[in-house]
């Protein structure tokens, strides 16, 4: 029997992982969302799409929260980029 050969579209891929990574739901743990992060990350450098990524809740809301105290540093930083949750693994790769 023959086989045929399927090709994947990194975009949809990069789209879907994305949607799981914007998850908060009590599966979507750092361990769920760090397995998704390494292989897409390693399919990006594959093909040698890798643009790198940001965290959701930095750009959608953190940013904009850090301006406003003043811009403190590292550690206090970390809670203006990964948001009330902690969830390391809130990313969006581009």
């Known amino acids: ?5 399927n090709t994947l579209k990194i ?9 799981q990574l914007e998850r908060t739901d009590e599966f979507a743990d750092d361990k769920f969302k ?7 990350e390693h399919i990006l450098t594959e093909a040698h799409r890798y643009h790198g990524y940001t965290d959701n809740y930095w750009i959608r809301t ?6 406003a105290a003043g811009e403190p540093g590292f550690p206090e930083k970390e809670a203006y980029i990964y948001g009330p949750t902690g ?3 809130n990313r969006h790769y581009y």
Do not use: F, R
């Open 62 to 67: 953190g940013y904009h929260d850090w301006l």
């Open 11 to 19: 975009a949809a891929i990069k789209e879907w992982i994305n949607k």
């Open 1 to 5: 029997m023959p086989t045929t050969k």
């Open 34 to 40: 760090a397995g998704l992060c390494h292989v897409l």
């Open 87 to 89: 969830q390391k693994y």
